[in-house]
């Protein structure tokens, strides 16, 4: 914490030996602008509090981001919180607590993303952190991605996300499971690689109308995991309804059926 009268920064943990740094510069972007376009840059070293949901945040449809790295972030490297986004080539490594995080973000497209390493300050795997999580989304497409080495999960789809393909990616060596889908419905995991996770390789709980198939999954624990719980999309005092979507959503059930 930052003692302004005292002029002193105090940390958890004994320095001794180690590089410090602290930054005051605590986002790079904050997109506002529907259509715009960032390519080709790179981002170290901000400070994001959680609060801040990240170093680039993308805020308004249509925006596209393309090759670039986003590193050493103090909690999350990119933000998603519009619909029609794209994110493309890009790489995100070392952040604090989460790689990419997308929420409200219909029509979202991931492609060649590689997120790795990230959670280093080891925020509680729940309710967020690792390689990539999006949530309360329709009709995202997440491809060709590389989610490796994250304490926490890789790939981690949630609360009434309606619509997901999840092809040809590997989701390797995290800490979490590989991939969690959790209260959602209507996807597609196929052509995929989920091996040598931590937790489960594919968690599958409280899901509906979900297609598995050609993927290679192996692991120490339960390779496919498929659960439910008591929560239902029927009963409105269960966390993690899209508030967009009528109630009841007759799309989410929150229930394991047509797996």
Known sequence: YVDHAGNKLTLGTNPAGKSVRASTLIKALSIRADGSTVNGINVRKYAPSVPDMGAITTEKPGISLSNLTVEDSATTGI?????????????????????????????????KLVSTSNNLERFNSSPVSGG??????????????????????????????????????????????????????????????????????????????????NNTISGKNRVLN??????????????????????????????????
Request: proline share 3%; net charge positive; aromatic share 4%.
């Open 79 to 111: 933000n998603v919180s519009a619909v029609n986004n794209k994110i493309s080539n890009v790489r995100i490594q070392r952040s604090g607590m989460l790689g990419m995080n997308a929420v409200y973000a219909d029509g979202l497209s991931v492609n």
């Open 132 to 213: 990539l999580k999006i949530t309360r989304s329709r009709g995202i497409t997440v491809k060709n991605s590389t989610l490796s080495s994250n304490k926490g999960p890789g790939l981690w789809i949630d609360e009434s996300v309606y619509d997901s393909k999840v092809l040809n990616n590997d989701m390797v060596n995290n800490t979490g499971h590989g991939m969690s889908l959790e209260i959602s419905a209507k996807a597609i995991v196929a052509n995929n690689r989920i091996i040598n996770n931590g937790g489960n390789g594919f968690k599958l709980n409280n899901s509906s109308d979900v297609q598995i198939w």
């Open 226 to 259: 498929i659960v439910q719980d008591k929560r239902r999309g029927a009963n409105k005092s269960d966390a993690g309804h899209d508030p967009r979507q009528p109630f009841p959503d007759a799309t989410m059930p929150w229930i394991i059926k047509n797996i």
